[in-house]
Each structure stands twice: as structure tokens, then as C-alpha cells.
């Protein structure tokens, strides 16, 4: 067998049915293996970093690494950013990427790039692979990295050499990496500490994060919830680990979030924070709640996130799911009912004041509370970044699917290439995908890999000509001077979807969205829909 052979077959091993990815002649060997291959499909992308954003896409529905593959030198250092972003949002990936020649690395050859000195921030391990020997130990210790304790992306270089090199393949043992044990179970005298400050409280507060529904840890939230009726909030990334319709869930937190979200936060007497690391969207101001006599409980499995941005009284390092599980066990007695009723009652008073009044515009929230009302109970919906993320934050309606987006690295041009990854792994799902006509400029020339491959997506281009939430912050920073963010080059959006033969939708009046969302849901194939926002709107006034 072929070096490149060995590497098929050991992803063959762990389960592995696509990749995604740009051939270049570095990594052409492994293409060879793959062509060779009755399991894996090979999908070739437009761009190598949408490769690594539908690997993401994949990787998020399936909850298993997925693999995204590039070529030398310019093929790899365009993944870093996909790296980035599955760094920053803690999603398992696995990025081989061809190098050249054992012989010429360090002398600057044609297309010779030190990739995994330049992932390295990006990335939760790197190897370069010098012998093939060694390819069936790293492929397994790959995955095994990136599907245990905080997940992340890991990068295996493998030149081309290594690749043509003939090799007796001998399977992998067991995977034993020195100083790597994350920590799965919550130390047993923290687990009591928590129960005895939950039982002792009168208002307790948990606020989920993207790592609650990483470690499948939705439904124990939701019991231990219920159960206790603790109120719960969200970061943006924690959106989906409770349904909009249970009473205990009051929104997402954070600069964009909720009031009566936030005013919990600001009153709570208990704050529990599950898989979150409360970024400065969330928290903006963690000294204030350090400096109140609030006990603060951090649960997660990565030790370093726990206090890193907010100071820890309770510090519990496990797996989320599986700490749940061990708070399960314990029961105890607590009161919390004049604390719900007070936030029930903030939330019943809550009336968004903004109007809109904008003839032939759509009201984006408006849109957005209609189409996920409207898509499947279990359908996922991926937003993009910028003014498109914050509306559908603000007013997705979370049912029994999923809410994916870019948070930690905030990617513009996510979300249409997560979206084929997502369609690649979910044939029969319902999936839709919305962004901004900025954003999906990034990423536009995907629509050929959704044609070429057969994986239709359906998604929503909020319109407003602009680059929206930049022009937002310089509306309130630098008194409307608009530098650098009107797009004035916009496509004719209808003629770009006749030219990949995607259907097209337009929606220009309130009046006639309830039909057109219903018509656009119910289309055959791929389907994009442009609605015209006005383009001074703003997320907040």
C-alpha cells in the first residue's frame, strides 16, 4: 500500500464518508486513494476555506469530526481561517493538507508553506508526517484529539513523498497520549458544593453556552431545569439547548440579547454557568457580578476556560453531559417560585418598541420569528454574521432542531457552505441558511458544489446593500460617515441563481410573506430567496 492508501483506509476506520476538499499536486496521491475508495466521496469545493466551513457544518449535525482536505502552500494556508473558526466554536475537525517533498521542506520550493507553524494558534494539536509508518497512530490519535475533552480542529501535514511511499500497514493500538486525559467526571466534593449552593439560593440563574450541546448535553440541561425550575439563559452559541416554548428559558443574554435575560443576569444571587466562557458579548461587565455576593458555579471541560473571563467561586472541570448527570443524582429542596414569577412577570411587560414603517422593506424580525415558525420542528437553521446573526439570535424560534452559527470567531461567509456540510451528512433534513448580501458574496461560488454534488440548501439573502452591522457601528461611532461598506456591486441576485440553476424567490412586502416563505419551504431543490431590508436599519436604536 501507498502512504496515501494508509490514509484512506485508517478514515475508512473511523466511520469517515466524506471529504471535502481542493486537489493541487501535493495532495493528489491521497485523491488517487480516494478515488480508489467504495466508502469515501470525495467533494470538490470552490474555495479551501468553505471546504473547511462545510467540514464544520458537518461535523456540528453529525456531532463526529469531519475532514476537510487541501493541497501545499496556498490550498493550506487558505484553510486557517476555517481552522480558526472551528478553533474558536470548539467544533472537531480533521484538515489534512499535502506538502511537498521530506527533501525540499525548509528550502522554499514551489508551493511550500510551514502550515502547521502557521495553524498553530488555530488549532488544538498539529502533526507533520515524516514516516508512513506512523500514519495509522496519528490518523487515530487525530480523532481522538478532536473528539475529547474541549473538541477542536487538528491539522495533519503529509508530504507528498510520505504519500507515494510504500508501507506494510499495521493498524493502530490503543490510543494512549502522554499528558492528554481530559477530565470526564466532576470531582465529587465540587458536585456537593454546587448542591448545597443551589439548595440555599432564592435566585439561581443558568446561563448556557456552545458547550452544552457540544458534550450532547441538551436534554440533562433541560431536566435539571425543569426539575429544580431554575430559570436558564443562553449565549449566542447556547441557543438550542432549550426550547423557546419551555417556561424556565428566558432568551439569549449578552449586548444583543433579551432584557428580562440580562436583568436576570444583573439580579441573580447563583450564576451557573454551563459550557460558556461569557465573552464580552455576553458579559460585558463581568467585575459587576464578581463584586456582588453573587456565587458564581463554572462548569466545563476545558480547565482553562473556567474563570478565564469571570472570577469562580464553584469550579466543577467534566463533561457537561455527564456532571449533569452526577447533579442528577442529588435532589434537594429549594423555593425558588417568587424569583420565577418576578422574571415571568418582566418578560409578560417586554414589548419591543421599535416600529417599522418601511414601504416595500421587510421587517426582518418579523421575517425571521415567520420562517422559523414555519420550518420543521427538527430543521436547522445556520446564520451567517453581521446585522442577518443578530436579528435571527434575537428571533429564531427554537423547537426540537438547531441553531448553528460563527460565534468566538465571527466568520463572514459561514453559513452557506455549513449549510452543504450539514446537507452532505442530512440528506432528508430540512435546512436553511440566512445571510447577509455581503456575506454571501464570500461564498457565493458555492452554489457549484451544491449543483455539481447534488446537496441542495436553501437560503435567505437579507438585501440592504450594505455591510450592515459595520455600517451600524459607524452610524453610532462616527456620526454616519459610511466608509468602505456600500455595495454598490451587488450581483443581479436572480440571474445569479438562473445561472446555477437554484430557484429564485423575492420578497419586497410584508403582506406577502407568510405565502412566499411557504412556497420557498416547500420547493424542490435548491432554492435562494432575496428579501429587501431598508438599509438604514439598525438591530439596536
Known amino acids: 500500500m501507498t502512504g496515501a492508501d494508509v490514509i484512506v483506509k485508517c478514515l475508512e476506520e473511523q466511520g469517515v464518508k466524506v471529504v471535502f476538499g481542493y486537489p493541487g499536486v501535493a495532495i493528489c496521491p491521497f485523491f488517487e486513494s480516494v478515488y480508489n475508495s467504495k466508502q469515501i466521496q470525495g467533494i470538490l ?3 479551501e476555506t468553505n471546504g473547511g466551513h462545510m467540514a464544520s457544518g458537518y461535523a456540528r449535525v453529525t456531532r463526529k469530526p469531519a475532514v476537510c482536505i487541501t493541497t501545499s502552500g496556498p490550498g493550506a494556508t487558505n484553510i486557517i481561517t476555517a481552522l480558526g473558526t472551528a478553533y474558536a466554536d470548539s467544533i472537531p475537525l480533521i484538515a489534512i493538507t499535502g506538502q511537498v517533498s521530506s527533501k525540499l521542506l525548509g528550502r522554499d ?8 507553524g502557521a495553524a498553530e494558534p488555530f488549532v488544538k494539536h498539529s502533526y507533520v508526517v515524516r514516516d508512513p509508518r506512523d500514519i495509522p497512530r496519528v490518523i487515530k490519535e487525530a480523532f481522538h484529539i478532536a473528539s475529547t475533552g474541549r473538541r477542536g480542529p487538528v491539522l495533519i501535514d503529509v508530504p507528498v513523498d510520505v504519500q507515494q511511499a510504500e508501507v506494510k500497514y499495521e493498524p493502530a493500538g490503543e490510543v494512549n497520549i502522554r499528558g492528554y486525559k481530559p477530565t470526564l467526571r ?14 440555599s439560593a432564592k435566585r439561581p440563574l443558568i446561563c448556557v453556552g456552545g458547550g452544552t450541546i457540544l458534550a450532547e448535553g441538551e436534554k440533562v440541561v433541560q431536566e435539571f431545569a425543569d426539575r429544580h425550575h431554575i430559570p436558564v439563559v443562553s449565549t449566542m452559541m447556547g ?4 426550547p423557546n416554548a419551555d ?14 435575560a440580562n436583568y436576570a443576569v444583573a439580579e441573580c444571587d447563583v450564576f451557573m454557568l454551563i459550557g460558556a466562557r461569557v465573552a464580552d458579548r455576553a458579559v460585558v461587565k463581568p467585575y459587576k457580578l464578581e463584586r456582588r455576593s453573587t456565587s458564581i458555579i463554572h462548569i466545563d471541560v476545558d480547565p482553562a476556560e473556567i474563570g478565564k473571563n469571570l472570577g469562580t467561586t464553584i469550579p466543577l472541570v467534566g463533561d457537561i453531559k455527564v456532571v449533569l448527570q452526577q447533579l442528577l443524582e442529588h435532589d434537594f429542596e429549594s423555593d425558588y417560585s417568587e424569583w420565577n414569577e418576578e422574571l415571568a412577570e418582566r418578560r409578560a411587560a417586554y414589548t419591543d418598541r421599535r416600529h417599522y414603517d418601511h414601504p416595500h422593506k421587510i421587517n426582518p424580525a418579523r ?26 439570535a434575537d428571533n429564531y424560534i427554537m423547537k426540537n432542531g438547531r441553531f448553528l452559527t460563527t460565534g468566538g470567531f465571527g466568520t463572514m461567509g459561514y453559513s452557506l457552505p455549513a449549510a452543504i456540510g450539514a446537507r452532505a451528512a442530512l440528506p432528508d433534513t430540512q435546512i436553511v441558511a440566512v445571510c447577509g448580501d455581503g456575506a ?6 458555492e452554489m457549484a458544489t451544491m449543483r455539481q454534488w447534488n446537496l441542495p440548501v436553501k437560503f435567505v439573502i437579507l438585501k440592504n446593500d450594505y455591510l450592515g452591522l459595520v455600517r451600524e457601528y459607524q452610524h453610532h461611532t462616527y456620526d454616519d460617515h ?16 438562473q445561472a446555477y440553476g437554484v430557484r429564485y424567490f423575492h420578497l419586497c412586502e410584508d403582506a406577502e410573506m407568510e405565502e412566499t416563505i411557504d412556497t420557498f419551504l416547500a420547493a424542490e431543490g435548491s432554492a435562494m430567496m432575496v428579501i429587501e431590508v431598508d438599509s438604514y436599519d439598525l438591530v439596536k436604536e
Open 109 to 116: 520550493g514551489f508551493q511550500e508553506a510551514d502550515i502547521t
Open 186 to 199: 466532576g470531582n465529587n466534593l465540587q458536585i456537593r458544593r454546587v448542591i448545597e449552593t443551589l439548595a
Open 239 to 242: 441557543i438550542g439547548s432549550m
Open 482 to 497: 459610511y466608509s468602505v461598506v456600500k455595495l454598490d456591486g451587488n450581483p443581479d441576485f436572480e440571474l445569479l441563481a
Open 440 to 445: 454571501f458574496q464570500m461564498s457565493m461560488m
Open 367 to 392: 421575517f425571521i420569528q415567520t420562517l422559523s415558525g414555519k420550518m420543521d420542528d427538527d430543521a436547522i437553521y445556520l446564520a451567517d454574521v453581521g446585522q442577518n446573526q443578530l436579528w435571527s
Open 247 to 260: 417556561p424556565m428559558y428566558l432568551g439569549m443574554l449578552g449586548t444583543n440579547g433579551k432584557p428580562y
Open 45 to 47: 469545493v470552490r474555495h
